[in-house]
């Protein structure tokens, strides 16, 4: 069988399978091979012994009568339990599809339920699931690797069961269930299945030694369960609808019973569950007569197991011509990607260059996004935006893989196409802005703005716009002590301190005798310049930040950049919503955004609008939620160098050092 640590194998690992080729076999120990012979024989024992059993229990049946009673079965009945089955396996085929979207194979969803339903039809007959259902999927998807195979159909078989457990549950604290299943027991499961749901969310990836163990999305978790329900219903409807009429008995008691059947033959691990499945069903409805009621489980193995197995032979016969998904999709760091992005309107975008961002790029527009383990998250304005249809097809995109979209930061304009084009929107945010040309330090609105760089002046602080070469060691320093001070750094829509990444913004420096003592960094494009990073040591002298800014400020002037953000602040809600405006205080209490916002209107900037807009706001909260989780504890950066003939920071022959004494 294959071995249940294959199913955890990180995709690195995976690609290393070929594709059309069995890895070569690892020399096993007599013992071993003893051992894997048993595992593979234990279900044909437990089946044979189940046999055993129910043969003790038929000896004294009316063979005749069980068989009028499958003869007695109308052609309605067949035809409504084929549709039954139908029902059944498309919903199990569909656990593929949500599978490999979330391994990110690339299989049309098509070709993925096809190969799932032949191979769940197979396994299911045949027994010993782990090994035949990836046989079975190896042939259908011959590209996919057997490793692979073999990691689907642990995930489904891991997945399958564990929405059938939460069903079970479900089921018997809402349906008559037999008196020996304690209600404490399927409360346990519930518990247990909402306990992993929040996982699931706080850690989407875990790492369990040399393995990543990576759980399925909230949306995908959301889809199987509703599958499993759709399935085992409809394949307790092909047993009910088999039942002879003088079997009184109603669905709503035969569904629960079936359930347990249906998981004891799974858990035996026998061909078709036979034996385990027909004595759980005989002992859970000891009151119905046991000819009558084995008549219709002869018929059900006939039209849910033994017919799809038949089937799933003959299309065995000839693989499928995979078809991958097509994604006009591509690394941040291409060098098209890296174009359009020194051509955005919001600079910030440069972050993409760090968190593993992509561009999706379609004649409708391109956009820029991330992906977090619930949500595909759009970060701030498209990078070209020709028509809506490029907000639809990342929302398709999105489904596509699992998880659900969402569009961070718009701007005014854009949020108006979004609304036009059906997205839910809230304001979330307002981003500072500076007019860079007409900036100046006169005016009762940079009052203390000016006292603060009267104090960094009298420090004798030397302010400095970097050359080509940073001083990386002394600013990793700077960032220590910065981390020291505050604790982790934020990420996914923020930047985070790597060498690779700062070479391609402006860095401001801040020195003191010599010592670096704080840094600021932008992200820059033709048209504007966005803060990004923020560091400085705990005993800098008061006003550097605000000297480094405002250094920042005329660096742009000079240049004929005229727009220079200050990037986003916490919306604070209207005056006339008073609920709306406690709540949004007390989250930017608990971000700690009180002291960046006072720091940021000291400038007086312009503040503009900016939006969070999803398709429903059932996927504005998960994505906001989700988002929120990714830029307090994000992943570790992920810079690449940049591709030959993109934009690097103009290089200077030495550090330009700028004036900020303040207007007297």
């Known amino acids: 069988m294959i071995n249940r640590i294959r199913a955890s194998l990180t995709e690195g690992q995976l690609a290393r399978s070929h594709a059309r080729t069995i890895p070569h076999a690892i020399p096993r120990s007599p013992a071993r091979m003893l051992r894997g012979v048993l595992r593979n024989l234990l279900p044909f024992a437990i089946g044979a012994a189940c046999l055993w059993l129910l043969a003790d229990r038929l000896g004294a049946l009316d063979l005749h009568e069980m068989m009028r009673a499958t003869r007695a079965i109308t052609t309605l009945q067949w035809s409504g339990a084929a549709l039954a089955t139908a029902v059944s396996l498309w919903a199990v085929g569909r656990y593929d599809a949500i599978v490999h979207a979330h391994l990110g194979t690339g299989i049309a969803g098509r070709d993925a339920t096809h190969a799932g339903v032949v191979s769940i039809a197979l396994a299911q007959t045949v027994g010993m699931g782990l090994l035949s259902g990836t046989l079975a999927r190896w042939r259908m998807l011959p590209d996919l690797g057997l490793a692979r195979a073999a990691q689907i159909t642990t995930y489904v078989s891991v997945s399958f069961m564990a929405g059938l457990a939460v069903i079970i549950a479900a089921a018997g604290l809402v349906l008559p269930m037999p008196p020996m299943i304690p209600a404490a027991l399927l409360v346990l499961v519930l518990l247990v299945a909402a306990g992993l749901t929040v996982l699931a969310f706080v850690r989407p990836a875990m790492k369990i030694g040399r393995f990543t163990l990576s759980m399925p999305s909230l949306p995908a978790m959301g889809a199987i369960l509703a599958l499993t329900l759709l399935d085992t219903v409809a394949a307790a409807a092909a047993l009910y609808l088999l039942l002879p009429g003088e079997i009184a008995l109603g669905f709503a008691q035969l569904l629960p019973v079936f359930l347990l059947a249906l998981g004891a033959g799974l858990l035996s691990g026998a061909p078709g569950g036979i034996g385990a499945f027909e004595l759980t069903l005989i002992a ?48 941040a760091g291409t060098a098209r990607g890296e174009t359009l992005l020194a051509r955005a309107s919001r600079s910030e975008l440069g972050v993409l260059r760090q968190n593993g961002g992509q561009v999706m790029e379609t004649d409708a527009g391109a956009l820029g996004y991330v992906t977090t383990s619930q949500s595909l998250t759009a970060l701030f304005d498209p990078l070209d935006l020709r028509s809506p249809a490029l907000l639809h097809r990342f929302t398709r995109l999105a489904r596509q893989s699992g998880r659900v979209a969402c569009f961070y930061k718009l701007s005014s304009r854009h949020a108006v196409t979004a609304r ?27 009052r203390q703005l000016r006292r603060k760089l009267r104090h960094a002046e009298k420090s004798g602080l030397v302010i400095a716009r970097a050359d080509s070469r940073l001083p990386l060691s002394d600013m990793a320093q700077v960032d220590r002590a910065w981390k020291s001070a505050h604790g982790p750094a934020r990420g996914t829509s923020m930047g985070q301190f790597a060498p690779e990444y700062l070479t391609q913004q402006w860095v401001f420096l801040a020195r003191l005798n010599g010592q670096l003592v704080g840094f600021v960094t932008f992200h820059v494009t033709e048209s504007e310049l966005c803060l990004d990073l923020m560091r400085a040591r705990p005993d800098l002298p008061d006003g550097t930040m605000q000297a480094l800014i405002v250094a920042a400020i005329t660096a742009a002037k000079t240049t004929g950049i005229d727009r220079l953000s200050l990037a986003a602040l916490p919306a604070t809600g209207t005056p006339n919503r008073p609920r709306e405006c406690a709540l949004r205080d007390w989250l930017n209490r608990t971000w700690g955004a009180g002291g960046l916002r006072q720091f940021k209107l000291a400038f007086a900037p312009r503040l503009e609008p900016l939006y969070l807009a999803a398709p429903t706001w059932g996927a504005m909260a998960l994505a906001g939620a989700d988002l929120a989780r990714a830029i307090r504890w994000p992943d570790a950066p992920r810079s690449a160098p940049l591709p030959d003939g993109a934009n690097q920071p103009a290089a200077h022959d030495q550090d330009e050092e700028y004036e900020f004494a303040p207007a007297r």
Do not use: W
Request: aromatic letters at 6%; proline letters at 11%.
């Open 284 to 331: 859970l409805l000891p009151h119905l007569p046991e000819p009558q009621l084995l008549g219709a489980i002869l018929a059900f193995r006939v039209i849910y197991y033994a017919l799809p197995a038949c089937l799933a032979f003959v299309s065995l016969a000839k693989p499928l011509a995979t078809r991958r998904v097509s994604n006009p999709v591509m690394p």
């Open 420 to 446: 036009k084009a059906g997205l839910k929107l809230l304001h979330i945010a307002d981003e500072a802005v500076i007019d860079a040309g007409g900036f100046t330090l006169d005016g009762p609105h940079h």
